[in-house]
């Protein structure tokens, strides 16, 4: 009922993925990611969100994304039913496709990518989701929201979309998590969302917040003067 696309950026080094689907809150069902381990897309009739978190445990502890995919999903009984895709943070990828998943379904894979999808409108969804990642400009997040637009021009989920996400990770960057969770139109709700987040003073904050690069980070009162902003605790003011 979804597609995903995980990806990392070799430029920069930072990790990110992003989904959308017919159902609701595709980014709490299937977006996972730890900058220490790697990204998971978890998916599918009955999707694990155990899959997700365990496949970034076993990257995390040195596995591959194939070895870990192989190793969470080999033993669940109930694997047929489900879509597991991951990437490590060496850009390896590892994708498993239940063989009861509902057609068109199945994942692609290139250097530092992997596309996966289930009851899709055919398997051109996944090849558009790629190349609008590959054929895209700008920052990572940009080149992911191009891939889920690619991918709905394409045919996309077959019921049409409902929800989507992104999640964009780095030791230097604060977490950019990104969801619409139930929407008529989801990506373009999407990408206003991301143009909130990534300009204006709500973008100046974020670059002042803790990173695990620096993770004692925190506004300066000549930052409080800049942003025209009193300290808060909870992040900036409303705009």
Known sequence: MTFSILVRDAETGRIGGAAATG???????VLRGRIEAGMSASQGTAP????????????QEGRSA???????????????????????LTGGTGAFTGAASVPACAARHAPGIVVAGNMLASEAV??????????AKGPMSLRLLAALQAGETAGSDSRGLLSAALLCLGPDMAP???????????????????????????????????????????PTEADFRRLDREPQADGPAPE
């Open 23 to 29: 159902s609701l809150c595709v980014g709490g069902w």
């Open 48 to 59: 694990s969100t155990l899959w997700g978190e365990a496949v970034l445990d076993a990257m």
């Open 66 to 88: 194939a070895q870990a995919v192989q190793d969470v999903t080999n033993p669940d009984a109930g694997k047929a039913h489900r879509q597991l895709s991951a990437l490590d």
């Open 126 to 135: 996944l090849d558009a989701v790629l190349e609008g990642y590959l054929s």
């Open 176 to 218: 950019l998590s990104l969801r619409i969770d139930a929407s008529d139109s989801p990506l373009a709700d999407l990408e206003a969302l991301h143009r909130r987040a990534t300009t204006g003073l709500y973008a100046e904050w974020a670059d002042l917040v803790p990173t695990k690069e620096a993770p004692f980070r925190a």
